[in-house]
């Protein structure tokens, strides 16, 4: 039964990327600021009437940044009342629409906002050198594990020995999505792709190639929720949030349960759209998580869009391409558009443009319901957010 | 970036480990309540949650689980290696560990392929247990 409490997003914004890096000159916490109050302001709302914080980022690791809302709140002038720092890594802000809408729901605050940032490509400060050898890493790091990209790979030829996928059915995944990216004008790269060319570019960590790998830029975003009843009074266009689940398995990949199935991602998506009282011919766009080709057909699969195992067949001749049966990461995802270090942010975003049909040649028309499903870690951690135009 | 190799920082769930490495044995916990194996060693056994844990010698010999062929290294300290194949090792009694394939062709090296461990010293402190195909 409704009671007006319903949670809802009334507004989100991103930086302006060129090349990959930030346009305008500010510090991490500076582009922080500067989308959150372009997102208020978008709902018609000031950063003063936020009272809910939710943020995770790597900035200042080991320094202030380990309290991040805090440092964060600091910076924005405001005191929250709800909090959450949860730092899942790449899926931490669909989390975070969980648990903005639970305290939305539960009456703890009003105005939840959502923010993330990274200048990691102005800062050429991405790490390639390995994680800390301390506690479970001193079981992996020693050994030249690449990371993240080796756990994916090892994932990846784990399937393919399970099912027969090929590097052509990863490489369909991003010839696909950069033809999303030819359609935004906002995306990194742009250049057409082709299929040898994503086979033929430089091998990684075996069985992916360069171009299986998300691109590494700056970026930063912003969510603001709400309630359905507040959001009445606001000019804008809401967008429902229906259902959510979370779930992580491993931090080391030896400990994940089974490499060649997502199981955080099943766990996820069953329990939002159960909540949602979805099924899969309801959702009329998909925005999954592109840290590599092989998490978007692990993730398919766990979601139930196929059975495990065929993967591979279901995006095999540009299915989720523009004009495909299947439209999938409709900005150009993290293999094109961009990827800050935490992607989840942006395929939320693109979700509330759709639903609000506003982003031009890319539109999926009468788009209604979209499913975001961000992943974390080494395929550690997963999140699912169902939302519906209002 | 440094180039010297990363160390594992030892602690006191993993002494008994290292220790036993250094020494030419591969010694993992045994959980003297549900009597399975698990790797890496902690304090509480990870399937039935008993503290009542020892460390058993076990045999050595696995399979291949999964494996990735490194031909771009992990950072500056491992570019020599490349291309180096690092794969997870499903032992005979059940737990899967990180390891490296020590081989010449790695292109040998495929999932299922029968391996046991052989131990390489690093420094006086840590010796560390790669595998060969066998």
């Known amino acids: ?390 | 970036m440094s180039t010297e190799k990363p160390l594992p920082v030892i602690d006191h769930d993993s002494t008994p480990y290292w220790e036993a490495a250094r020494q030419g044995r591969l010694d993992i916990p045994l959980c003297g309540d549900c009597g399975k194996h698990h790797f890496y060693p902690r304090s509480v056994c990870p399937h039935c949650h008993s503290d009542n844990l020892d460390f058993d010698t076990v045999s050595g010999r696995g399979e291949v689980h999964t494996f990735t062929i490194a031909r771009r290294p992990a950072g500056p300290a491992f570019a020599d290696d490349v291309p180096y194949v690092v794969a997870l090792i499903e032992l005979e009694e059940g737990p899967r560990m990180m390891s490296r394939i020590q081989t010449g062709d790695p292109e040998k090296v495929h999932i299922g392929a029968k391996v046991e461990v052989t131990f390489v010293k690093a420094n006086d402190e840590v010796t560390f247990p790669y595998f060969k195909l066998t």
């Open chain 1, 1 to 390: 039964m409704k009671n007006g409490r319903e949670p809802v997003v009334v507004g989100v914004a991103d930086a302006p990327l060129e090349d990959g890096k930030f346009v305008t000159k500010a510090s991490v916490l500076g582009h922080a600021a500067l989308v959150a109050k372009a997102a208020v302001e978008e709902a018609g709302l000031k950063l003063s009437d936020v009272d809910g914080l939710l943020t995770a980022g790597m900035w200042g690791v080991p320094g202030p940044g380990q309290l991040a809302t805090v440092t964060l709140g600091e910076y924005l002038g405001i005191m929250p009342i709800f909090v959450d720092g949860t730092n899942i890594g790449g899926s931490a802000f669909e989390a975070h629409v969980a648990h903005a809408a639970m305290a939305l729901r539960e009456g703890y605050c009003e105005v939840a906002l959502i923010v993330y940032s990274s200048d990691q490509k102005s800062l050429r400060s991405r790490n390639l050198g390995g994680r800390p050898s301390v506690l479970s890493m001193q079981h992996e790091t020693p050994f030249g594990m690449p990371t993240p990209v080796g756990g994916y790979a090892m994932a990846a030829q784990r399937h393919m020995h399970e099912f027969g996928t090929t590097s052509e059915n990863l490489a369909e995944i991003a010839v696909a999505t950069r033809k999303w990216a030819q359609l935004n004008p906002e995306a990194t790269r742009r250049d057409p792709l082709s299929i040898d060319d994503v086979l033929s570019s430089t091998m990684i960590s075996e069985p992916l190639h360069l171009l299986d790998c998300c691109l590494v830029t700056d970026g930063a975003g912003a969510i603001v929720m709400t309630t359905a009843e507040r959001a009445k009074d606001l000019n804008t266009r809401p967008v429902a949030v229906k259902g959510y689940g979370e779930a992580h398995t491993h931090w080391a990949i030896s400990e994940m349960p089974d490499l060649a199935r997502l199981l955080p991602a099943q766990k996820a998506g069953e329990r939002a759209m159960k909540m949602a009282g979805v099924s899969h011919t309801d959702i009329d766009v998909v925005e999954i998580y592109d840290s590599f080709t092989i998490t978007v057909l692990l993730s398919l699969e766990a979601l139930g869009f196929c059975k495990i195992g065929e993967g591979g067949d279901f995006v095999s001749g540009q299915r989720t391409a523009p004009g495909g049966a299947f439209p999938m990461n409709t900005s150009g995802g993290g293999l094109s558009a961009l990827h800050p270090g935490m992607f989840g942010m942006f395929l939320l975003i693109e979700a509330v443009r759709q639903l609000r049909d506003e982003v031009g040649e890319r539109q999926v028309k009468g788009a209604e319901t979209a499913l975001v499903h961000g992943t974390g870690g080494t395929l550690s951690s997963g999140a699912t957010v169902i939302l519906q135009k209002d």
